[in-house]
């Protein structure tokens, strides 16, 4: 009974599930599936040739890098993006002194209370503080990018599929829009006031090329700044900003692996010793 | 309870002797996972994953209780707990990422142990209520991992709990306001993370509950072996201490050396990277899905979509909970009298190319987006799992010719057993 009942039910359920099968195939077979401007244009993010320093099992953080990375973020994309997860003493992890880093939070005014009148005001940060906001609010931050809220750069480059290339590639990525994307799909084409960029999910995105032109920073180091190395640069800084333990969570992993690799050959010497006169044993 | 050979727990010293008076705890461990439980012994490497599974329950709960001591279930504050949590609790990345693949090596070895049972038919006669108590963990895990998923309130979650929960309202009548009561609103929002948080606390020691009770009905016939020839005679087991206490020691140290790459190395490759934006109900992501390992199930909802009848949603989700609750009735669709997969040509066939390649399938394409060719895929492959289960096994197993059975366990490991075909094999234990 319950198997008659079952095979009915199993046979019911691949009915349905074939009618939908039928009709699906029939409305793929007979309409044309439209290209869209994404899949013909759409690039899939590279990082730089030579790659991270955090690349790999056994990466490290390039410290220098990080500070440039942190000076353009400072300089130019503080403008518009705010790092709500990352508090200003953070950066002594950059390798500033202690001092520096307090002399880095004075220079950010963040909203505070007067001590004599209890009014609000403004007052310089201190190192526990976390980086300010650029907009008071997500209405402001919209009315001033064209109704589009610059994201949180804390996480990016967690928030995206291969993060770190992927703000490379966004940076350095802005082009003409092709002819061909104008001639073939020009509802395609970026409405004012959004650029065209093909790493960008759909193409065209509301924040204007911020890397410019080489030099638009200049290094306390010396390194030359082309878009290339600025856009690098942040990218490494967004990368420690999504996950400062990074590095600390692969050299903790090798030493964990190392234990268990010996504590398992040691399991697997001991379960062979005890199953040595299992093979045989008939009592 | 055990075969009348187990060993009995003789405590030597006076302090054992006074515990085991006052309070047997010795010899219930004794006779539960020491040298007191014998075991058949043949098993496989493949009977170590529900030590494991036992493993990462344990795990998950204790990485939870630590995640959950620096956790707020407040939609204002949820992600940024979590983010404290990565960043300024001493090891808190640690016990968040442990905690996260943790929950999917729980699937991964649960998937791998439920598989064993459907291979060697482990849910036959006499171990149906071992396999009804299993597949109702496998629901509790699913619900649990569900909720827990939703906690960090990223975008993922957020519209996973909106799928998800919206599936209620494909339910006629009784659905919509169903969903209202279930959320505590009409969309996700601090009510719903309140008692997902709550419930997602709870859910794991009902499910040690139902482990305990898993194992305790394992524990009445035993367990079943790669041959499914039942127990005969001593020789035929060995005590579980040393033998597989020493086994399932290695087989965690691999497990782990697996398990622990991950965590350290690759921790956020089994997740989704939207979920790392803080949720959003303005913003639909492009592609929802769920974690992984809903994938096979979410393919089975998706692929329903002709209404027939019913609406097409309405079928979705009948089939997707079929799905899972045809498992339940294994034991009686399944009717030969063999039980392991080694001794049934057909059903083995049907196994290897048939069920196994087809949750392969589903399980890419319940990740997939659900654009053709992948609906169409999903469709057939949807197709083959009802059969298999429903039709396929009921008819395969009743019309299938078995391969001979070995006499015997050991006849099976060392060729010949003269002990039981002499005839004064000891009496086989119920
Ligand atoms: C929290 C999850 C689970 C834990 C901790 C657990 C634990 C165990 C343990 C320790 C064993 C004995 C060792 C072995 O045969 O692997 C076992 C056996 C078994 N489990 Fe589970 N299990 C879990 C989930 C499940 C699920 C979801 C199912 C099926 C849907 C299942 C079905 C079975 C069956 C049929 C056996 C007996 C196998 C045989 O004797 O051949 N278990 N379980």
Redesign the interface.
């Known amino acids: 009974m319950?198997?008659l009942v079952?095979?009915l039910?199993?046979?019911g359920?691949?009915f349905?599930?074939?009618?939908?099968?039928v009709?699906?195939?029939y409305t793929?077979s007979t309409e044309e599936?439209a290209e869209t401007a994404e899949s013909v244009f759409h690039e899939t993010a590279h990082g730089p040739e030579a790659g991270y320093s955090f690349d790999g099992?056994f990466g490290t953080w390039d410290l220098a890098q990080l500070q440039r990375g942190y000076q353009v973020y400072k300089e130019v994309c503080s403008a518009c993006h705010s790092l709500n997860?990352v508090a200003i003493r953070?950066l002594e992890q950059l390798g500033y002194s202690e001092d520096q880093v307090k002399a880095e939070a004075a220079s950010f005014q963040v909203p505070g209370i007067n001590p004599d009148t209890g009014e609000d005001t403004m007052r310089p940060a201190l190192p526990t503080d976390y980086f300010p906001s650029p907009y008071p609010n997500s209405v402001a931050a919209a009315a001033a990018n064209n109704n589009a809220i610059p994201?949180d750069l804390?996480?990016m480059t967690?928030?995206?599929?291969h993060?770190s290339d992927y703000v490379y590639s966004l940076l350095t990525g802005y082009q003409e829009v092709p002819a061909q994307l104008r001639e073939e799909f020009p509802d395609a084409t970026p409405a004012p006031g959004l650029y065209y960029n093909p790493y960008f999910?759909n193409l065209n995105l509301a924040m204007a090329p911020p890397l410019t032109a080489d030099g638009q920073v200049t290094y306390a180091d010396g390194t030359e700044a082309t878009i290339s190395q600025m856009a690098q640069d942040v990218a490494a800084f967004l990368t420690w900003t999504?996950?400062?333990?990074l590095i600390k969570?692969?050299q903790?992993?090798?030493p964990?692996?190392g234990f268990?690799?010996f504590?398992?050959i040691l399991?697997?010497l001991?379960?062979k010793q005890?199953?040595a006169g299992?093979?045989?044993?008939?009592? | 309870m055990s075969f009348p050979w187990a060993k009995e727990y003789t405590p030597k010293h006076p302090v054992m002797r006074f515990f085991d008076e006052k309070l047997p705890l010795p010899r219930f461990v004794y006779n539960a996972v020491g040298a007191g439980y014998p075991v058949p012994r043949n098993l496989s490497y493949f009977w170590n994953f529900g030590v494991l599974a036992g493993f990462f329950l344990m795990l998950q709960i204790v990485t939870g209780v630590v995640l959950a001591m620096h956790y707020a279930a407040n939609t204002e504050v949820a992600f940024g707990t979590v983010e404290h949590i990565m960043r300024d609790v001493n090891w808190g990345w640690l016990m968040r990422y442990t905690h996260a693949n943790g929950a999917s090596f729980f699937f991964v070895v649960v998937y791998i142990h439920i598989f064993r049972g459907l291979f060697y038919a482990s849910y036959k006669p006499p171990r149906e209520m071992i396999w009804l108590l299993g597949v109702t963990i496998f629901l509790l895990m699913m619900a649990t991992a569900f909720m827990g998923y939703v906690l960090p309130w990223g975008q993922m979650s957020f519209w996973g709990a909106q799928v998800i929960t919206g599936l209620f309202e494909a339910i006629p009548v009784v659905g919509p306001p169903l969903k209202t009561w279930l959320l505590g609103g009409f969309a996700p929002d601090n009510a719903a993370l309140n008692r997902f948080f709550s419930l997602h606390f709870l859910l794991p020691f009902v499910i040690l509950g139902a482990v305990i009770l898993h194992i305790w009905a394992l524990h009445i016939p035993g367990s079943s072996n790669p041959t499914g020839v039942e127990v005969k005679s001593e020789s035929d087991t060995l005590p579980f201490h040393p033998y597989y206490t020493a086994k399932d020691g290695f087989g965690l140290g691999v497990a782990l050396l697996v398990f622990f790459t991950f965590v350290f190395f690759l921790p956020n490759a089994l997740g989704h990277p939207d979920n790392y934006i803080e949720a959003n109900p303005l913003s639909t992501p492009a592609h929802i899905v769920p974690e992984w390992y809903f994938y096979p199930f979410y393919a089975i909802l998706r692929a329903f979509t002709f209404d027939f009848i019913l609406p097409a949603k309405l079928w979705g989700v009948l089939a997707m909970f079929s799905a899972i609750l045809v498992w339940f009735f294994l034991p009686w669709l399944d009717k030969s009298p063999v039980r392991s997969g080694h001794y049934r040509p057909l059903f083995r066939k049907f196994f290897w190319f048939g069920l196994i390649p087809v949750m392969a399938v589903l399980f890419y394409c319940g990740g997939a987006p659900a654009e053709e060719p992948y609906v169409m895929i999903s469709q057939i492959a949807t197709a083959y799992y009802f059969l298999h289960f429903l039709v396929i096994l009921p008819i395969v197993s009743s019309i299938e010719r078995p391969d001979p059975l070995p006499f015997s366990i050991t006849e099976a490991v060392l060729g010949s057993d003269d002990e039981a075909a002499a005839g004064d094999a000891a009496p086989t234990a119920a």
Do not use: C, M, N
Request: proline share 5%; aromatic share 12%; no cysteine.
């Open positions: 319950i198997r079952g095979i039910i199993g046979l359920f691949t349905v599930v074939l009618l939908a099968f009709t699906g195939a793929w599936v099992p997860y953070d994201p804390s996480l967690k928030a995206r599929h993060g999910a999504a996950e400062p333990q969570r692969k903790t992993g090798w964990v692996l268990l690799l504590a398992t399991a697997w001991a379960k005890i199953w299992a093979k045989r044993r008939k009592d």
